[in-house]
Each structure stands twice: as structure tokens, then as C-alpha cells.
């Protein structure tokens, strides 16, 4: 495979991806492929849309807001601005042709932040933010997504962790904004 993008990765996180980017049997590649594919990042986030406009009759403009900046950071800023200042190579472009376990689509594209993990993680701080009693579900999910995206040979362990911090930034950012909002409108009824 031709690489477009350089190659910067550690031989401790190789070790880690090749210790995670193995054959775990038809139902582990079935569940990474479904956390890694793009209906259920869809999914996840439409029903957490969902569930912020259910909760609260009065509260939604800024629960939504909160979200929808959160994700919009997270993914256009993680895109547009954030993986073309980190380029690095994904495990399946950077490693020996054959040696990677890659059972899910991805492009020759910057590889760090993970924005599947960075989106995870953006939601599960915005959910646990409002419903701080299911924070252990939410961040079970993003940290499942982060493992699929390892599993499936299209990221390197920092790669998810520089998501996992990128989207917990993100999401900090927009609730922060949302509190404003809610505050602003507040102040003019």
C-alpha cells in the first residue's frame, strides 16, 4: 500500500495494537465492526438527541446546544484542523502489508485524534453531565468504541487516547457554552 501519510509510531504501542488487533472469533469481529461503523455513532447520537429533548420541557435548547457543539468540536474541528497539524500514518497504511487484522473501512487519512473515540467520549461527558448516575454506562460504550477501532487495524492506542481526551475537551467546551447560553437566556425573561 502506498503511504500519504508519515509514519510516527512507538514499538510499545505496536506491541499494545498487535496485542488488540487480533482474531477474537466471529462475534468479537462482528461487535467491533458494528462499534466501529458509522449507523451507530449515528445511532448513539440521535438517541442521546433524543433523550436530552425528552428530559427537560425547559432545559432543551441548552442540552441540545451542548451537544450538538460538542460533536461539531469534536468531529469538524478533530478533522479540518486538529489531524492535519498530527499526521501519522493508520496501523494499516504504516505496517507491513498483510500484517494487520484490518476488517473495517478507513482512508489514508491523519490517524490521530480518533474521532470515533473523540465523538464517544464527547457524548458520554455530555450524557454523564445530565445524568451523572449512568456515567459508568456511557463512558463503557466509548471506551468499547475506542477498543473496536484498535480491533478492527485502523488506529494505534495513543490515537484513541488522544481521542478520548480531544472529545472530553470538546464536550467541556460546549457544556461550559451551553451554561452560558442557558444563563443569557435566562437573564431576558
Known amino acids: ?9 512507538l514499538a510499545v504501542e505496536e506491541r499494545l495494537f ?9 462475534l468479537a469481529d462482528a461487535a467491533a465492526v ?16 433524543a433523550a436530552l429533548w425528552w428530559r427537560s420541557r425547559d432545559g432543551r435548547a441548552p442540552r441540545l446546544f451542548a451537544l450538538a457543539l460538542a460533536l461539531a468540536l469534536s468531529d469538524g474541528v478533530g478533522s479540518q484542523v486538529v489531524r492535519p497539524l498530527l499526521l501519522r500514518a493508520r496501523p494499516v497504511f504504516a505496517l507491513p502489508p498483510g500484517s494487520v487484522r484490518f476488517i473495517a473501512p478507513a482512508a489514508d487519512v491523519g490517524s490521530v485524534p480518533s474521532l470515533h473515540a473523540s465523538n464517544f467520549f464527547a457524548m458520554a461527558l455530555v450524557a454523564s453531565w445530565f445524568w451523572p448516575s449512568l456515567w459508568p454506562v456511557f463512558y ?6 475506542g477498543w473496536s477501532r484498535m480491533y478492527v487495524g485502523v488506529h494505534w492506542p495513543l490515537d ?3 481521542g478520548a481526551v ?5 464536550a ?3 457544556l461550559g457554552g451551553a451554561r452560558a447560553v442557558a444563563r443569557r437566556a435566562g437573564d431576558r425573561h
Not at 458494528?34 to 438527541?49: K, M, N, R, V
Not at 463503557?140 to 468504541?145: D, G, K, T, Y
Request: a positive charge.
Open 1 to 9: 500500500m502506498h503511504r500519504v501519510t508519515p509514519d510516527h509510531h
Open 18 to 26: 498487535r496485542a488488540l488487533n487480533v482474531d477474537g472469533g466471529r
Open 34 to 49: 458494528a462499534l466501529s461503523s458509522p449507523w451507530f455513532g449515528a445511532i448513539a447520537g440521535l438517541s442521546l438527541a
Open 140 to 145: 463503557l460504550v466509548a471506551a468499547a468504541v
Open 160 to 162: 484513541v487516547a488522544a
Open 166 to 170: 480531544w472529545g472530553s475537551f470538546c
Open 172 to 174: 467541556a467546551v460546549a
